[in-house]
Nanobody, 120 residues
Framework: QVQLVESGGGLVQAGGSLRLSCVAS????????MTWYRQAPGKQRELVAA???????NYADSVKGRFTITRDNTKNTMYLQMNSLKPEDTAVYYC??????????????WGQGTQVTVSS
């Protein structure tokens, strides 16, 4: 089992910045992918940014150039630096860790989410 705990959400004005953190603990495989998702009220959950254990990154078009995803494998922690925030970035942000289990089946683990609210 893997446990994920997010932090860093809050209320910020448009144009401001926030840094989210996600700390993973438990049975973490050397090879995994960590991802930030978000879900706004009335909308489906969407991928924001992902980073592999080899530091390959992927971003949603809506956040490219504004958000930066990083990870510190020594601390089992993933970060999301969010700059130039817009009201449409308002959502609950979830941390996800995906890895193969002992049966080689892909397993997904989720954090509880952290609220980000951007005021106009």
């Amino acid at each position: 089992q893997v446990q994920l705990v997010e932090s860093g959400g809050g209320l910020v004005q448009a144009g401001g910045s926030l840094r989210l953190s996600c700390v993973a603990s438990g049975s973490i495989a050397n090879s995994n992918t960590m991802t930030w998702y978000r879900q706004a009220p009335g909308k489906q959950r969407e991928l924001v940014a992902a980073i592999s254990s080899g530091d390959y990154t992927n971003y949603a078009d809506s956040v490219k150039g504004r958000f930066t995803i990083t990870r510190d494998n020594t601390k089992n922690t993933m970060y999301l630096q969010m700059n130039s925030l817009k009201p449409e970035d308002t959502a609950v942000y979830y941390c996800n860790l995906g890895q193969r289990g002992q049966s080689l089946r892909w397993l997904d683990y989720w954090g509880q989410g952290t609220q980000v609210t951007v005021s106009s």
